[in-house]
């Protein structure tokens, strides 16, 4: 004997469910985006800070130079985020305060499971 047709209930509860999950990546891809740029951003200020001159600024007071950029993957919570631009400093390694102070900061958060619903 076949399996009976979905029933009208079963579809639009699927249709729910796909929707929903598919709401949570576009959250989760917009997230990891805000957030390269963010740590990207912040990464180029500090090296501002410590060069005492931003990007192709001739300065007297400029107290070192930049070195470009190397790729890096880095691992949060909210996924890989892959290919991060972290600023070269001719004089050696950035190290980064804004990447140890972050480190513990930043509070966890989990999408819902796709079977559970706020409105139950």
């Known amino acids: 004997m076949k399996s009976p047709a979905a029933t009208p209930e079963k579809r639009v509860r699927e249709t729910e469910v796909n929707v929903q999950e598919e709401i949570w990546k576009f959250i989760a891809a917009t997230l990891k985006q805000g957030l390269r740029h963010l740590l990207e951003g ?11 001159a931003r990007k192709y600024e001739r300065s007297s007071r400029r107290q070192g130079y930049r070195g470009g950029h190397y790729l890096r993957d880095l691992v949060t919570r909210y996924g890989l985020l892959e290919d991060l631009r972290v600023p070269r400093m001719a004089e050696g390694p950035l190290i980064s305060r804004s990447l140890i102070s972050m480190s513990g900061a930043v509070p966890t958060w989990t999408p819902p499971s796709a079977g559970s619903s706020s409105r139950e």
């Open 42 to 52: 912040l990464l180029e200020d500090e090296v501002t800070t410590k060069v005492n």
